[in-house]
T-cell receptor
Framework: AQKVTQAQTEISVVEKEDVTLDCVYE???????LFWYKQPPSGELVFLIR??????QNEISGRYSWNFQKSTSSFNFTITASQVVDSAVYFC?????????????FGKGTKLSVIP | NAGVTQTPKFRVLKTGQSMTLLCAQD?????MYWYRQDPGMGLRLIHY???????AKGEVPDGYNVSRLKKQNFLLGLESAAPSQTSVYFC????????????FGNGTRLTVT
């Protein structure tokens, strides 16, 4: 069975601070995909990134970066120089290639508040 | 390009009433999903469909039924609403490959009193 754990329920940072959101996953498959979604206060779910299990290169996109480590089953998300617009709930999700491949399993989310 | 459209956006029901939520996608996606989001619980899968005419149960299917008579539409029904079904419901779709992200609608906020 697949499982995603986001241990940080809520995080508050002051604007311009860096912040890392943790994601730990469990799966029996060797081929799988990891995703991050953002849910701003307006409520929609915005896709941020996808990473496959064979690619452990870190990804950087502007102020956002993702660190994927298979050895620790983690896919952490770092925001550099946070801004108020980064305030949102962030979800990590897993989709594997086995019997559950139709489904995207989500963590419970981390609510990030960036204080001006 | 509308993407995934959910109707209605808000609904209030009394216990025991029934209703249907409609999801429509214009991306020709094979897979469609219904999730519910509750505080502190993340998103939990209710039902999903891997193609027209097919449906399957997710993690929390009890009290819900679904139908996918047309590829672009996925309906979620509540036959006898209960307060425990107060939630935000999200529909999503994706192409028929497991490396694809899900595209979400904007959600339906349902309150059952």
């Amino acid at each position: 069975a697949q499982k995603v754990t986001q241990a940080q329920t809520e995080i508050s940072v002051v604007e311009k601070e860096d912040v890392t959101l943790d994601c730990v996953y469990e799966t029996r498959d060797t081929t799988y995909y990891l995703f991050w979604y953002k849910q701003p206060p307006s409520g929609e779910l915005v896709f941020l990134i996808r990473r496959n299990s064979f690619d452990e290169q870190n990804e950087i996109s502007g102020r956002y970066s993702w660190n994927f480590q298979k050895s620790t089953s983690s896919f952490n998300f770092t925001i550099t120089a946070s801004q108020v617009v980064d305030s949102a709930v962030y979800f990590c999700a897993l989709r594997d290639s086995g019997a559950g491949s139709y489904q995207l399993t989500f963590g419970k989310g981390t609510k990030l508040s960036v204080i001006p | 390009n509308a993407g995934v459209t959910q109707t209605p956006k808000f609904r209030v029901l009394k216990t025991g009433q029934s209703m249907t939520l409609l999801c429509a996608q214009d991306m020709n996606h094979e897979y469609m999903y219904w999730y519910r989001q509750d505080p502190g619980m993340g998103l939990r899968l209710i039902h999903y469909s891997v193609g027209e005419g097919t449906t399957a149960k997710g993690e929390v299917p009890d009290g819900y039924n679904v139908s996918r008579l047309k590829k672009q539409n996925f309906l979620l029904g509540l036959e006898s609403a209960a307060p425990s079904q107060t939630s935000v419901y999200f529909c999503a779709s994706s192409p028929g490959s497991y490396n694809s992200p899900l595209h979400f609608g904007n959600g339906t906020r349902l309150t059952v009193t």
